[in-house]
């Protein structure tokens, strides 16, 4: 999946999950984008697990409240940790959710004030990460 797709399939995640109702056409025009995208877009979100509903008498979706864990605080070290492992070290180790991973750094991302979101991209553009080769196992 594209970043600008995981980006706005992370968006319209966020949009939902503030508990408005929302119909396809307010999502289309909302992010720009054609009424099958955001069907696409939806059905990304069911194949991760998000429950999301589909009101017929208002024609309109909304995602359960209670699905979400409450808003954690962290501190620039916490989230720029948290990236560096899901950007950087993600696309060379084995990473059990790899997804669920990377919609959660895009949600870290996304919410960080604009100062640290440009601090955490410019650290994460001048860091390089290398996975050391496991050591041998010692038998018992």
């Known amino acids: ?22 119909a396809v056409n307010d999502l289309a025009k909302m992010f720009g984008t054609s009424r099958r995208t955001i069907f696409r877009d939806l059905k990304e979100l069911q194949t991760i697990g998000v429950p ?9 979706y909304t995602i359960d409240p209670e699905f979400f864990l409450p808003p954690i605080d962290l501190n620039l070290q916490e989230a720029l940790s948290l990236l560096l492992l899901v950007h950087k070290a993600g696309s060379q180790i084995q990473l ?28 994460l ?3 390089s990460t290398r996975v050391d080769p496991p050591g041998p196992h010692e038998s018992a």
Do not use: D, W
């Open 1 to 22: 999946m594209k970043s600008s797709r995981i980006s706005r399939v992370v968006q319209i995640l966020t949009t939902l999950q503030a508990g408005e109702k929302y």
């Open 52 to 60: 999301y509903h589909y009101n017929a008498k208002t024609g309109s």
């Open 96 to 123: 059990p959710f790899k997804n669920s991973a990377l919609l959660a750094a895009l949600k870290i991302e996304n919410n960080l004030p604009t100062k640290i979101r440009q601090y955490c991209n410019t650290t």
């Open 125 to 127: 553009r001048n860091i």
